[in-house]
């Protein structure tokens, strides 16, 4: 009995952990660049315990999926959207460097280009700035980025030899604490587009739906063996 009540609760525990994981993927269904996040759940070393109910070891692993999203137009000439692999990159005031699929920028009252969260746009020779009597600007499908007829940087565009082990950092950037950004010599960048979320809603609320079903199917064997347990206690009691 107690063997059982094991493994309900490891299951509702599981259950519990793939909710949020969904339930996270959900809330960033609108956020540009967001790659939803994916668990693979191995199992092994499978056998039935003393009352016959199956167990085994499992280790999950949870990774970004990071399929492309669809592209919208924006019109805004400082957005930009990567049809090729890779990531921009990112840079807090430390030098501390984040990689993202959003390409959304825009000048800071130094004409320095910075993400929505303020870090700033990386080109190939550190932040990029555009100068305040520029001309229009133009953002080049190789990265380069013109305010009229000046270049004023080249967007730096890197990739991994395994993205799938990048770390979230926050929304919708990334850290590679263990492994080594590849420069892009060149990429496809179009202007005037961002890449939108991959998440897929209707699939993630039906999958919500599956886990709150087994849940509660979790909490009702629960829930008997509580009664057997308390019948047999009592019962036992009368002797």
């Keep these: 009995m107690l ?29 540009v660049g967001f790659k939803r996040d994916r668990t693979f759940v191995a199992a092994f070393n499978e056998r039935l315990d003393n009352e016959g109910a199956p167990q085994s070891d499992r280790m999950t692993t949870q990774w970004a999926d990071m399929e492309m999203g669809t592209f919208e137009a924006t019109g805004n000439p400082l957005d930009a959207a990567l049809r090729s692999d890779g990531f921009f990159v990112v840079a807090d005031e430390n ?14 009252a130094d004409g320095i280009l910075r993400d929505p969260t303020g870090r700033m746009i ?66 496809n960048v179009m202007q005037g587009y961002i890449e939108t979320s991959n998440v897929d809603v209707i699939g993630a609320m039906t999958e919500m739906i599956q886990h709150f079903r087994l849940f509660e199917t979790q909490q009702k064997m629960l829930q008997t063996t509580d009664q057997v347990l308390a019948g047999v206690t009592r019962d036992l009691g009368r002797f």
């Design 122 to 187: 990386m080109g190939e020779n550190g932040p990029i700035a555009i100068p305040p009597a520029g001309g229009a600007i133009t953002i080049s499908p190789n990265g380069d980025v013109r305010s009229g007829d000046q270049l004023v940087g080249k967007l730096r565009v890197v990739t991994f030899e395994n993205p799938m082990q990048l770390e979230r950092a926050d929304g919708a950037t990334f850290m590679a604490p263990n492994q080594q950004a590849i420069d892009l010599d060149d990429p």
């Design 3 to 31: 063997l059982r009540l094991q493994n309900s609760f490891a299951s509702m525990t599981r259950l519990g952990q793939e909710q949020e994981r969904t339930a996270n993927n959900l809330a960033n269904a609108n956020t």
């Design 95 to 108: 030098g501390a460097e984040r990689y993202t699929r959003a390409g959304r920028m825009t000048p800071d």
